[in-house]
């Protein structure tokens, strides 16, 4: 079983739309949460941190359920620009900045 | 001017081949990484570095080994490369800390026939 776990998608939704992804990850000992972007051949990009109490950046919320072991990003007001692959990246305590990373969900946003 | 930037952007070469991939940044960060993602599999870490005098093996080292060079430069080399090494593989670099975000070069994408 892998590390974090993602559902590979794609998620194909019309612009306007809310989607939401799901991780859920293994480890117990995970401290940090984290999604991040990656376009079609480029380099991911840090999207947003997660906190525990859940926190939102304009259309992009995230949450998390340490009891549960399960991040989620909600995406409202699809936009064209949004389609990418997210990916769930975990780090653990005492590993100094590891990441471990998801294989990513992707998403197409169709007009 | 980018803040990670990987050499060469991408590269064919031929089984038992020796490849170098080079990663040099601009951001001043103490630690740096090098990761190769393959379809279906997500990034997967091969070795990081917390600095000049720090290496250590990731999840995936076989095959690979590094050079730390200076706080700004850290190779990757496959010493004898193989077919299925063939993937797209970035270096990233972050600040000390637990929960510094990672920043990551364009990759370079490697076909070994």
């Known amino acids: 079983r892998k590390e974090v776990e993602q559902d590979p998608g794609p998620f194909n939704v019309p612009e306007g739309a809310t989607v939401a992804f799901n991780c859920t990850y293994s480890?117990?000992?995970?401290?940090?949460f984290f999604w991040y972007r990656q376009d079609c051949r480029k380099e991911p990009k840090l999207l947003m941190s997660?906190?525990?109490s859940g926190n939102e950046d304009g259309r992009f919320t995230a949450q998390l359920n340490r009891a549960s072991q399960y991040i989620s990003l909600l995406i409202r007001d699809s936009k064209l620009s949004d389609s990418a692959t997210y990916l769930c990246?975990?780090?653990?305590?005492?590993?100094?900045?590891?990441?471990?990373f998801g294989q990513g969900t992707e998403l197409s946003v169709k007009p | 001017d980018a803040d990670v930037t990987q050499t060469p952007r991408n590269r064919i070469t031929k089984t038992g081949k020796r490849i170098m991939l080079e990663c040099s940044q601009t951001?001043?960060?103490?630690?740096m990484y090098w990761y190769r993602q393959d379809p279906g599999l997500g990034l997967r870490l091969i070795y990081y570095?917390?600095?000049?005098?720090?290496?250590n093996k990731g999840e995936i080292s076989d095959g690979y080994s590094v050079s730390r060079q200076a706080q700004a430069k850290f190779s990757l080399s496959l010493e004898s490369a193989i077919p299925n090494q063939t993937a797209l593989y970035f270096c990233?670099?972050?600040?000390?800390?637990?929960?510094?975000?990672?920043?990551f070069g364009d990759g370079t994408r490697l076909s070994i026939l």
């Open positions: 997660v906190y525990s």
């Open positions: 990233a670099t972050s600040a000390a800390g637990e929960v510094q975000p990672q920043h």
């Open positions: 951001k001043g960060h103490d630690r």
């Open positions: 570095s917390f600095d000049v005098k720090d290496i």
């Open positions: 480890n117990s000992a995970s401290q940090s």
């Open positions: 990246v975990v780090t653990h305590y005492n590993q100094g900045g590891k990441l471990i």
